[in-house]
């Protein structure tokens, strides 16, 4: 059963639209300094599991415009919610954090921009990685295994994660300048 892309009542939205509704709770949910938290480590891994559902049912019955809207959002709420979460609780540091924010917020800001000019501007394979490197530093700074033990480990993906916002931004600005400032199809 195929979806028209106008539709707004998919199964791929449901799934988006919940974990928009259950992020709050996650962030919530993790812990002070870095004890760690199982419970927010179960709740952060199915949230970030239910991505990969969310895109199959959406490419298994097709996308809608509000899917292509909301799923992105969704990552972004997720991630730093998180990530600010853990500043906050003095498990990350704040410059990390602000870069990656500044980054989401040009992109955001730009992909609205070319949308509104009748443009596709679907995420990179990069910045497809720089979502799954933050999800694993969020992850591992909150698993109580890791999160202690190998504080190397999530501040090591949290500064790939960096490096990889930062090359994917540079590969969408690179596109544009390359098409002579038209938006582009990345």
Known sequence: MTVEPTAIATWANVVT???ILVAPLAFWLIPEGRAGSWVAFALWFVLCS???IDGYLARRHGTTNLGAFLDPLADKILVLGAMFTLVE?????????????VRELLISLYRTFIVSKGVSMPASKTAKWKTFAQQLAVGFAIAPLTARRATWLWIGLLW???VLALVSAAQYMWRVHRSHGQPVVV
């Open 17 to 19: 639209v919940a974990r």
């Open 50 to 52: 239910s991505d990969g």
């Open 160 to 162: 790939v994660s960096v």
């Open 89 to 101: 609780r003095d498990v990350f540091w704040v410059v990390p954090v602000v870069i990656i924010a």
